[in-house]
């Protein structure tokens, strides 16, 4: 699972910063979470090629979507056919509508508006991701990328000892079903718990959009999350200032990242009044302990298996 940050600033871009954008693939599935202008730029400079299978929305500000139409002019003139979903909360409808109608073409694709709200769950295969109320003074949703339990690991050592032969019952065995082999004149099942191990968690990357520091109930869905993209317009110097505007410090969010046991915290939507990112980086780190890094745009974090 790679995730891409092909936009990391704050409202407005800079000549090195494209307004917000991250791509996670995984699988054969690209998925966008925000849209920002240029985004069709940084994934030419990404390489990552224009095929998106689903776009998540975070809300209506206008540096989290206006790469969007734009993105879709480029679908169209590729010959997309496949429909593109795009999530979001309220008024996503209304957004979709807008991108239509000011195409004036046919796009040649269906664009299907899906609004979403605390808890809605979107099913993909091998993954969900689940949206959760974020405060911004607006319709707002922070995102949950999470992949299903894997089965547990398969003590091959274990089943040869048990006499089972490898083809092809090791393969009935991982896939659930129990087998049976002959020991000393007699039929033995042996059942998959006899030799795999407890299932393991998938991977998980929250993303918050724009947003205060929030408690609540998705701090339970988020937890032990694999990379945590939080907000952090500021340092901590502008505590008032980010609690006024309805976003996050970095210390905020170092709170958070420490609160859900994350493993990893990126701070993104840094305002473009700092030039170092020093300060995000000490003031998170006072609460978390964690990775913290402060990601460029055209970074990209791979994401392995907590185990591996
Ligand atoms: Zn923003
Ligand atoms: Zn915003």
């Known amino acids: ?130 949206a959760f109320s974020t405060d911004h003074g607006m319709p707002s949703l922070g995102y949950i990328l999470c992949e299903d339990e894997r089965p547990g690991r398969f003590d ?40 795999m191990g407890e299932p393991r968690p998938g991977r998980k990357v929250v993303y918050t959009g724009d947003t205060r520091p929030k408690s609540g109930e998705w701090m339970d869905w988020a937890r032990d999350c694999d990379l945590l993209i939080h907000d952090a317009t500021f340092d901590d110097s502008e505590q008032e200032r980010a609690m006024e505007v309805c976003h996050s410090t970095a210390g905020d969010a170092g709170r958070i990242a420490s609160e859900i046991s994350a493993k990893t915290l990126a701070l993104v939507h840094i305002s473009s009044r700092y030039v170092h990112m020093a300060s995000h980086i000490e003031d998170a780190g006072k609460y978390y302990e964690g990775n913290i890094f402060a990601p460029d745009d055209l970074t990209m974090t791979e994401l392995p298996f907590r185990d591996e």
């Not at 600033?9 to 954008?21: E, I, M, R, W």
């Not at 006499?163 to 090791?170: A, D, E, N, Q, R």
Request: net charge positive; with cysteine; charged share 20%.
């Open 1 to 130: 699972m790679q995730v891409y940050f092909l936009g990391t600033s704050g409202a407005l871009p800079t000549p090195n910063k494209n307004p917000a954008c991250i791509m996670i693939r995984r699988g054969s599935d690209t998925l966008l979470f925000d849209c920002g202008e240029g985004a069709q730029q940084q994934m030419m400079r990404a390489k990552t090629g224009f095929t998106v299978d689903a776009v998540f929305i975070t809300h209506w500000h206008a540096d989290h979507y206006l790469g969007l139409p734009g993105l879709v002019q480029t679908m169209s003139f590729m010959g997309r056919k496949e429909p593109l979903y795009v999530y979001g909360p309220r008024w996503v409808s209304e957004f979709v509508r807008s991108v239509i109608s000011i195409s004036r073409k046919n796009l040649g694709f269906e664009m299907i508006p899906v609004e979403l709200s605390h808890g809605s769950v979107v099913p993909f295969s091998g993954y969900t991701v689940r």
């Open 156 to 195: 091959r050592e274990k089943a040869i000892s048990l006499g089972i032969s490898p083809v092809p019952l090791f393969g009935r065995l991982q896939r659930g079903s129990p087998v049976e082999v002959e020991k000393d004149g007699r039929t033995v099942t042996i059942l998959p718990s006899d030799v």
